[in-house]
């Protein structure tokens, strides 16, 4: 990764087109495509599954890899997901994913293909940012291989410097692509940072009472939450928060056991909590927009089906897949954000 100074604004960018697809912002979110490693990138180190946008969090020149966004496409009410849909290259879990500066997309690469494109709100002819003159935007463009239902999306992705705890991702189809009902981008590792309290707007609900009692290992799932149910910001976007319920000396203790030693990548390692968030923009909100969560007791073993390779999430049940859905319009937004902001600060945004 390279630190690049844009005006008053540090970009995390690829050196070049051949380095590995890791671009970000300083003291803000980043985000990489497999096989780059957000957090600790080493020889071997790929990174964890293919077919995701991994998500990490930047602050005081650490790196730390906090989530993963799924592709998720429904074509006439079947959904696929991104990260176990095999590829049609290898028959592999993961479709491949690669980057561009435009919506060409080209042949897959491994390497990050663009540095990403820094464009002002005057110069940009993708986002205007008319509150804030002067301010950056960074943005390039994610591919990815055609689903086996016949979805074939891709996504630009912009951070903007004013706004660089939160990443844009905005939802297009190729030509020759299905239909698609509905193509969601899900938040898939809340269990990581222990994700039990949802805020919505008359409650908080909780993942220990909702789901108390559950210890199977596959995932539990409720019934989602309406459009009347969430929260609206001081600018009247709809927002959906999702926080820890533990101190971070809770959330960042581990058991010492040879079976929690064995897993300690599920182990908390910032030096902080963060709060993370979906947020879709007033002017993008359709009336049958709904926010969904599922959660799991354990953590996730890689589907494999024996019981004693998992481990139960420390303190109970937390919550495991987070998104905002609504149906598939070309250009829909969504902003994924990881904040170290309080709840109340976000809702005078």
Same mark, same amino acid.
């Given at each position: !990764?390279?630190?690049?100074? +844009? ?15 890791? @671009? ?9 495509? @497999?096989?780059?490693?957000? =957090?600790? #990138? ?12 991994? $998500? ?12 993963? &966004?799924?592709? =998720? ?51 940009? +002819?993708? $986002? ?15 591919? !990815? ?15 903007? /410097? ?17 239909? !698609? =009902? ?6 898939? !590792? ?24 559950? +210890?199977? &290992? ?16 001081? /600018? ?19 058991? =010492? ?53 998992? $481990?139960? $999430?420390?303190?109970? #049940? /937390? ?10 319009? /070309? ?19």
């Amino acid at each position: !990764m390279l630190f690049a100074q +844009q005006g008053t604004t540090e970009w995390i960018r690829p050196d070049h087109a051949e380095s590995p697809p890791v @671009w970000g912002i300083r003291n803000g979110i980043v985000v990489a495509l @497999w096989p780059a490693a957000i =957090e600790n #990138p080493r020889p071997g180190n790929d990174g964890g599954p293919r077919g995701l946008l991994r $998500i990490g969090y930047e602050w005081k020149n650490i790196v730390y890899h906090i989530n993963y &966004i799924a592709i =998720e496409p429904v074509v006439n009410g079947n959904m696929e997901f991104s990260e176990i849909s095999p590829s049609q290259v290898d028959g592999k879990w993961g479709k491949l994913m690669w980057a561009g500066e435009t919506a060409d997309p080209a042949k897959f690469s491994a390497a990050a293909g663009t540095r990403g494109i820094v464009v002002t709100d005057t110069l940009s +002819q993708v $986002i205007t940012d008319t509150q804030h003159p002067g301010n950056t935007i960074l943005y390039l463009y994610v591919f !990815m291989e055609k689903f086996i239902n016949g979805a074939h999306p891709y996504l630009r992705l912009s951070i903007h /410097s004013n706004r660089p705890e939160e990443l844009c991702i905005e939802v297009f189809h190729q030509p020759g692509s299905a239909t !698609m =009902e509905r193509c969601g981008v899900s938040a898939t !590792m809340g269990n990581y940072s222990r994700l039990r309290n949802l805020y919505l707007e008359d409650t908080v609900v909780n993942a220990r009472k909702l789901y108390a009692g559950y +210890q199977d &290992i596959n995932f539990i799932e409720k019934a989602a939450y309406p459009l009347p149910q969430l929260l609206h910001n001081h /600018s009247g976007d709809v927002i959906v928060m999702a926080a820890p319920d533990e101190t971070l000396n809770e959330l960042s203790a581990w058991p =010492e056991t040879p079976a929690y030693t064995a897993r300690w990548g599920w182990r908390y390692r910032p030096f902080y909590k963060l709060v993370q968030y979906w947020r879709v923009a007033a002017t993008h909100v359709d009336h049958s927009l709904q926010a969904r969560v599922n959660g799991r007791a354990k953590y996730w073993g890689g589907g494999n089906g024996d019981p004693s390779a998992y $481990i139960n $999430i420390p303190g109970g #049940p /937390s919550f495991e897949n987070f998104e905002l859905r609504q149906p598939y319009r /070309s250009g829909q937004q969504f902003y994924f954000g990881l904040t170290r902001k309080t709840i109340a600060q976000l809702l005078l945004e």
